[in-house]
């Protein structure tokens, strides 16, 4: 095959120019480009050695669609021909039966496949099963209540350990949980490869070809692209907008391609900048959206998010000193060439930006740091090193927590050593006299992290609020961490993601719940000029006037 086919397949794999045939699983599978650009996932590898390292069993591998559970069905048993329903043979000898798509299946038919499955795992084979979660907890539903509910606790636990259900042992993994952002490095990479791309050699059209110079740009700068990327959808998941293997796989080949065709492809001047890499990716052609594209869940998001116009510290060098020395030639040329153009207007710079973001050369610490908080936000960075596992919780991250707590219950900060735990109204006005239910030391108060079992292929940390000792069940997210620098700085706004709001109401409700309550006091706190005072009040019963408050 020439790069004519290699092409028209990258091109399917998106839906901008209608033509997604290989968009699906189901011919993606069967496709020869499939093979040489599919990656061996790391969740993979750990199913594989689930399987293995058990005897006989039913493993469902459930998440939504797109989410690469076929993809994965493939790497694991590398059946010859994809089948609705068939039989391979492990590596370790044993028989095994994959159900391809457990919920293309009549929800009639569900029922009984569910028990075919069942008696292959009683004669002593394995069974794998694939399914969107959906159609699978209402199959078990119809089986037991008390099944369905005990498959909903396995899903969102998601530790793939062996339960029985009734007589069968069961193991479920859920790719909904998977971190997809580590699809993206290997993905390019193997969609960059030389082999996919030797038929451009020849081609009469390589001297301004912008789906050629995407790839030269793309594999010379790809250290670069892929880590602005993998931050670009770790963010986008932090926000409870994850992508699926599909979104990811039909972003990165439209930024690739922007839908041309090798038949397409014509010498205009303009050309190349209109489909650059980095315009593509942000959902523009040029300067301009491309509506088209806007239509794809990932390029809508970040179109939405609207990272090209924030202000970064670069700007002054790329603005106000002109300077584009980071720039390749070539790509300089063109910016300024079509600055001239747009008059140097502020859709130019946004441009300026986005080639920025994915084709500067500065590739120090401190300016990769600096770039990730002026686009994401000054958390972010510190974010990814303690999940990361490359760093551990320090007292300014402690002080962060502390602060904010004080924020949340008070609306004030108390210069002393003591956080007061209060009913306070939401909305941003303080309360002179506020209701206490306990005091905590802010020594007490830590921000701590516990490893996540996600079957990623490198260690990775939820970020927990530690107080007196134990860690709450809240996990503390980006957004919270942004949340909590925001309210710091003396930012207030009643307009909150509900997202956020029920996580911020989830952790002032873990903190109440610890907190020791004497039904026999009441413990008030009074707004003075040198800060709060906190009052007391007994509860004296009177069999003559009733029960009544004494303040003290």
């Excluded at 930024?255 to 014509?266: A, D, Y």
Aim: net charge neutral.
């Amino acid at each position: 095959m020439d790069n004519r086919d290699f092409i028209a397949y990258l091109n399917t794999l998106h839906n901008v120019n209608a033509n997604n045939s290989n968009a699906y699983a189901e011919t993606n599978t069967t496709n020869p480009f499939f093979r040489k650009t599919m990656v061996e996932r790391p969740a993979g590898k750990r199913l594989l050695q689930l399987m293995e390292d058990s005897g006989p069993h039913m493993l469902i591998l459930t998440g939504y669609a797109g989410d690469g559970k076929t993809g994965l069905l493939y790497q694991i048993l590398q059946p010859e021909t994809m089948e609705p329903v068939g039989r391979v043979t492990m590596r370790n000898g044993a028989e095994c039966v994959y159900v391809k798509d457990f919920s293309e299946l009549d929800a009639s038919k569900r029922l009984d496949l569910l028990e075919k499955c069942r008696d292959e795992v009683r004669q002593g084979r394995y069974v794998f099963l694939v399914a969107n979660t959906g159609p699978l907890i209402h199959a078990f539903g119809e089986i037991s209540s008390e099944q369905a509910r005990r498959l909903v606790g396995a899903i969102d636990d998601n530790k793939g350990d062996i339960q029985m259900y009734g007589e069968t042992p069961v193991a479920v993994v859920n790719a909904a949980a998977l971190d997809n952002s580590q699809f993206v490095k290997p993905f390019l990479r193997n969609l960059l490869a030389d082999e996919l791309w030797s038929g451009c050699d020849t081609c009469a059209k390589k001297g301004y070809c912008p789906i050629l110079r995407n790839r030269r740009l793309a594999r010379d700068f790809f250290e670069r692209v892929t880590d602005f990327i993998e931050k670009r959808y770790i963010w986008q998941q932090e926000h409870g907008k994850r992508l699926t293997i599909r979104q990811i796989a039909a972003h990165l080949s439209y930024s690739m391609t922007g839908g041309l065709e090798c038949e397409t492809v014509r010498d205009i001047p303009g050309k190349r900048f209109q489909y650059l890499f980095s315009n593509l990716f942000f959902g523009y052609q040029g300067t301009r959206i491309d509506k088209k594209a806007s239509a794809m869940k990932a390029i809508a998001d970040i179109l939405s998010a609207g990272h090209d116009r924030k202000r970064l510290r670069a700007d002054e060098r790329l603005f106000i000193q002109n300077d584009f020395s980071a720039f390749p030639d070539e790509l300089r040329k063109e910016l300024q060439a079509e600055g001239d153009a747009e008059h140097y207007s502020e859709r130019w710079q946004w441009a300026v930006r986005r080639a920025h973001m994915l084709f500067s050369v500065d590739e120090d610490e401190i300016s990769r740091r600096e770039l990730t908080e002026d686009v994401f936000s000054y958390w972010f960075p510190r974010y990814l090193s303690l999940t990361a596992g490359e760093d551990k919780p320090k007292s300014a991250d402690h002080e962060l927590l502390q602060t904010a707590l004080q924020m949340i219950f008070t609306g004030t900060v108390n210069s002393g050593g003591e956080i007061l735990i209060t009913m306070n109204r939401d909305g941003g006005v303080t309360q002179n006299v506020q209701l206490v239910y306990d005091t905590i030391s802010r020594k007490k108060v830590k921000l701590c992290r516990k490893p996540v079992s996600d079957f990623s292929a490198s260690a990775r940390y939820g970020l927990y609020l530690e107080m007196e000792g134990k860690a709450l069940p809240a996990r503390i997210s980006l957004p919270l961490l942004n949340y909590f620098e925001d309210i710091r700085k003396g930012i207030i706004s009643t307009d909150i993601d509900p997202q956020l709001s029920q996580g911020i109401d989830s952790l002032r409700a873990q903190i109440i719940a610890r907190c020791e309550v004497d039904d026999t006091t009441l413990n008030l706190a009074a707004m003075r000029r040198k800060g709060w005072e906190e009052l007391s009040a007994e509860l004296e019963r009177d069999p003559r006037k009733g029960d009544r408050w004494r303040i003290e």
